[in-house]
């Protein structure tokens, strides 16, 4: 079945440690990509977007992703969180590559941010 | 910077009233989605509308709901008679490739 997958439901990390959340898609042909991160009480913020080209990309607030079509993956990392990186992240996709089409989501990673 | 808003941030309302949750997109955006998230669970599609009228609907946007572009700025998401069931986030967006969200509004259906 077509899909989105965040492995991980929960990642507590140190504040200065490395951060990566992981994010699968099964569908035929590589969809558009995306990371969305919601601080608690708040809307859908988009960190940053895959359409086609380097698979490296950088986004908002120190945040990069990287597209491996081998693995159908799209994991965001960050070098150093910061304890404001506490926030649920979302990895969504557009299946179909087209203005207007909706996006799915995957069922998003919860991040702690230890002191 | 332009943004989507969304009004009003929460609302609390009986079982089987009907509740229109209001948004207004970012202007040259040609393309509005509404959203929900059920507390604790993945965001989901629920419509997607162009032209002034509705390009895609999910399963969950059944004859209970619908929307509206009354005027130039506004997108409109009406539910008629709210279940408990209802209770969520909702979501407005609006963008082409890349969609920008709202903060939501907060639906509490008693």
């Known amino acids: 079945a077509q899909s989105v997958t965040q492995p991980d439901i929960h990642i507590t990390v140190s504040e200065g440690a490395s951060l990566e959340l992981r994010c699968n898609y099964s569908y035929g042909a590589t969809p558009y990509l995306f990371w969305y991160v919601q601080s608690p009480g708040q809307g859908l913020q988009l960190l940053l977007k895959?359409?086609?080209?380097?698979?490296l990309v950088q986004g908002i607030k120190g945040f990069e992703a990287e597209f491996k079509r081998s693995q159908s993956s799209f994991n965001l990392r960050k070098p150093s969180v910061h304890w404001s990186d506490a926030a649920e992240y979302f990895c969504a996709v557009v299946p179909f590559k087209a203005a207007g089409n909706k996006l799915t989501f995957g069922g998003g990673t919860r991040v702690l941010v230890k002191p | 910077e332009p943004e989507v808003t969304q009004t009003p941030s929460h609302q609390v309302t009986q079982m089987g009233q009907e509740v229109i949750l209001r948004c207004v997109p970012i202007s040259n955006h040609l393309y509005f989605y509404w959203y929900r998230q059920i507390l604790g669970q993945k965001v989901e599609f629920l419509v997607s509308?162009?032209?002034?009228?509705?390009?895609?609907k999910s399963e969950i946007f059944d004859d209970q709901f619908s929307v509206e572009r009354p005027d130039g700025s506004n997108f409109t998401l009406k539910i008629r008679s709210t279940k408990l069931e209802d209770s969520a986030m909702y979501f407005c967006?609006?963008?082409?490739?890349?969609?920008?969200f709202g903060p939501g509004t907060r639906l509490t259906v008693l």
């Open positions: 967006a609006s963008g082409d490739n890349e969609q920008f």
């Open positions: 509308f162009y032209n002034n009228e509705i390009s895609e």
């Open positions: 895959y359409f086609s080209g380097d698979t």
